[in-house]
């Protein structure tokens, strides 16, 4: 996504402001307070265990001491916050099964462990969230297993229970295994977040009980509205489109394709009559190339983070599932994708966003070296008798990698155009049985095409290969490439994803 604009962009910062004190009968959240005693009367203490000194004779106890973290914290600072637990492994005989997002007796046991216990029962679930949960069924384990990140509140635990107290005391940080941190991340969909952004930048926050003093805001002025123009309805387009609208801003949201409804009419004519529309088809419509490719969620910029959990619940705002929020390998479905779509653009459509199906950009409108505006037309006339000029004050490319002509008009106007690296590869069928039965096994029953109690199977394939292992071409030794096989879609079928009848 690129934005080309001629005027001033200003910089958005969002955050969002701890409550000072979540729970007021717990005084020990407040850092200028001293820390409370430990009730004696309640306590459970155990036997320290004997820890090995001098040096390291196994090499696996050489990597637990490299994973431990370094820095220590506090003892104070121990009962503040939440403290996250991650790769907890629950045996998947002993686990309620895939859909099942709660606290189960079982994962009580595992956090027990963690926090060295004596006894799991005595731990109050509520004090738990689970985070993340995932499956690992690889060969080298001794049995399948459920994994779970999950989130322990300190201050809810301590007070439902506590006897926690010495073990939270004792509780130290370890590099993937356990953290540490002072504010739950937790984030509210986008929504919410620019709703408190424009709450908080209107001057209600001040510096009174602890929080954030706002120095400058920035308003737009109330006698004009910017007016954008935002090419393409795909993620980046839909969710630009969103951000601007709740800010204020004046949409013009274009999309060369049709509607969902309408282009899934299209499809449905391609795959069975073997009719090409060029313009609303696998590749071009609402909602981007992935709407009819599964809906796949997966990212490698940080599955936990504040921004990824921020747009996972605005999907969930629109009629997404909430299991995507703690899957380990979270997808929609096309089924799923169509009404959550459908529902995005009807707020689109109340924050005043003007969407324009079947609308084609066929050029920037330049003046002085700025850009004012955009040239469009019907997306069916190829001619482009009929085209239009729309003024706007920035223009928003959202245009995804199949729209080859807007990059061709880039190019004329002498714009600086980055490659971007990308994949070349193939799509391979497979019946997923025959998925199920190579990676589960004995458990391959347990699937029931999606409904029983483990996950579809899935797999990955990696390598890396060297410059000696290709063509004698290339300098040897110079080049180094990762082969792997693409996200898996399981249940899905290879459709042909044309885009001109050439």
């Not at 977040?193 to 926050?205: F, M």
């Not at 529902?343 to 700025?370: A, C």
Request: net charge positive; charged share 25%.
């Amino acid at each position: 996504m690129s934005i080309t604009s001629n005027c001033k962009l200003i910089p958005l910062h969002l955050s969002l402001l701890p409550n000072p004190n979540p729970n007021p009968k717990l005084p020990f959240p407040n850092p200028n307070s001293p820390p409370l005693s430990p009730p004696k009367l309640l306590s459970i203490r155990c036997a320290k265990r004997s820890q090995r000194t001098g040096k390291y004779r196994y090499p696996s106890e050489k990597r637990k001491l490299k994973s431990r973290q370094q820095t220590q914290i506090d003892v104070p600072q121990k009962f503040e916050g939440f403290w996250r637990l991650s790769k907890l492994g629950v045996s998947v005989h002993r686990d309620p099964g895939k859909d099942f997002l709660d606290v189960s007796d079982a994962l009580l046991e595992e956090i027990a462990k963690v926090l060295e216990f004596p006894v799991a029962s005595m731990l109050p679930p509520e004090a738990f969230s689970v985070v993340r949960k995932s499956f690992d069924a690889r060969k080298s384990l001794k049995e399948p297993k459920f994994v779970y990140t999950v989130d322990m509140d300190v201050i809810k635990l301590l007070d439902l229970e506590p006897r926690t107290w010495d073990f939270i005391s004792r509780l130290e940080p370890k590099v993937g295994l356990i953290e540490h941190m002072l504010d739950e991340r937790v984030s509210g969909d986008i929504i919410n977040v620019i709703h408190d952004y424009r709450r908080i930048y209107n001057g209600v926050v001040s510096n009174e009980g602890g929080h954030i003093q706002l120095r400058e805001s920035f308003k737009y002025p109330a006698t004009k509205k910017p007016k954008v123009a935002v090419v393409g309805s795909g993620p980046s387009g839909l969710f630009a489109s969103l951000v601007l609208a709740e800010l204020g801003a004046d949409i013009t949201l274009i999309e060369r394709g049709q509607a969902v409804e309408q282009r899934g009419r299209d499809i449905g004519a391609l795959v069975v009559r073997r009719i090409l529309q060029l313009e609303s088809n696998f590749c071009f419509g609402e909602g981007g190339a992935g709407t009819w490719s599964d809906g796949k969620l997966v990212t490698r910029i940080g599955r936990n983070s504040s921004s990824v959990l921020a747009v996972m619940k605005t999907l969930v705002h629109f009629g997404a599932p909430k299991n995507i929020l703690v899957d380990g390998k979270p997808h929609l479905g096309t089924d799923r994708l169509v009404p959550l779509l459908r529902n995005f653009r009807q707020h689109l459509q109340g924050l005043g966003v003007n969407i324009r199906f079947g609308t084609r950009v066929d050029d920037l409108l330049v003046e002085n070296g700025s850009v004012v505006g955009v040239k469009i037309s019907d997306s069916s006339n190829y001619l482009k008798f009929d085209s239009q000029k729309l003024g706007c004050d920035a223009v928003v490319l959202a245009v995804g990698h199949s729209a080859r002509d807007i990059y061709q008009m880039l190019l004329s106007h002498d714009m600086n155009l980055c490659p971007k690296d990308f994949s070349v590869g193939l799509r391979i069928e497979h019946p997923q049985e025959l998925i199920n039965s190579i990676q589960y096994s004995g458990l391959a029953t347990e699937v029931r095409s999606g409904r029983g109690k483990v996950p579809v199977a899935d797999y990955k394939v990696v390598k890396y290969i060297n410059g000696d292992d290709l063509d004698t071409t290339f300098n040897p030794g110079t080049v180094r490439h990762g082969c792997y096989s693409f996200c898996m879609c399981p249940g899905g079928q290879c459709a042909e994803k044309l885009e001109s009848h050439s």
